[in-house]
């Protein structure tokens, strides 16, 4: 089974630019999570999905901050403008539902720096 | 406001040791209480995971002890091993949703 995958792996831009980071769940999997893990720290969930809906996006920065999760698959982050605090690694997990809890899968990351 | 307070930051343990990780939360609508392993440039895995009606679970070396009347929970790793080197997180969700990390320890486990 393909696990969850993401790309970039690195980003390095300047503050001010935008950014957008890639996921792809694993097959199946109904629900999709963005975490931002900086260094230091654990992971802090920005934004969870049920299929192409919201459930929770209490701690994402909306004002640069946007996610979709367009067809209930694939899933987009961006950032813009970027600012110096946004480095970090971003972190994209997967479960298969949200009726109990299942085991979160967890990406690579995307480990973003911000100049 | 941090939700789940974890405790050491590092941990120096010799092989065969016993390692043990604490955390303490809060928020008693939390219902579950999951551990995650993490190596440098990976993503976090499930390591085991508790539910508040039990007070302790074990998993091969790894054992969870839960203290609901505390609100405290821990990771106990028995005879560390060099390949356990890796960050510990602990985490509290409730609702099937809304996961709230620890900020993690650092185990290096000295062959």
């Known amino acids: 089974e393909a696990g969850v995958a993401q790309s970039p792996r690195y980003k390095i831009i300047e503050k001010r630019q935008s950014v957008a980071f890639w996921c792809n769940p694993i097959?199946?999997?109904?629900?999709l999570y963005w975490y931002q893990q900086i260094l230091g720290q654990g992971p802090k969930l920005l934004i969870q999905?049920?299929?192409?809906?919201?459930?929770?996006d209490s701690q994402l920065p909306k004002d640069r901050f946007s996610a979709e999760r367009l067809k209930g698959v694939d899933s987009t982050l961006k950032i813009q403008p970027a600012k110096l605090e946004d480095s970090a690694v971003y972190l994209c997990?997967?479960?298969?539902?949200?009726?109990?809890?299942?085991?979160?899968?967890f990406g690579p990351g995307t480990r973003l720096t911000v100049l | 406001q941090q939700q789940v307070k974890q405790s050491p930051q590092s941990l120096i343990v010799q092989k065969g040791g016993i390692s043990i990780i604490n955390c303490a939360y809060e928020?008693?609508?939390?219902?579950?209480f999951p551990w995650y392993q993490q190596f440098p440039g990976k993503g976090p895995a499930l390591l085991i995971a508790?539910?508040?009606?039990?007070s302790e679970k074990k998993e091969g070396r790894f054992t969870i002890s839960f203290n609901k009347s505390a609100k405290q929970f821990s990771l106990h790793i028995m005879d560390s091993q060099p390949g356990d080197s890796a960050t510990y997180f602990c985490?509290?969700?409730?609702?099937?949703?809304?996961?709230?990390f620890g900020s993690g320890t650092k185990l290096n486990v000295k062959p």
């Open positions: 997990a997967s479960s298969s539902g949200l009726m109990d809890y299942n085991e979160q899968f």
């Open positions: 097959s199946g999997h109904a629900t």
């Open positions: 999905f049920q299929n192409n809906g919201v459930v929770d």
């Open positions: 928020n008693t609508a939390f219902d579950y």
């Open positions: 508790i539910r508040p009606d039990v």
């Open positions: 985490a509290a969700s409730m609702d099937f949703n809304k996961f709230y």
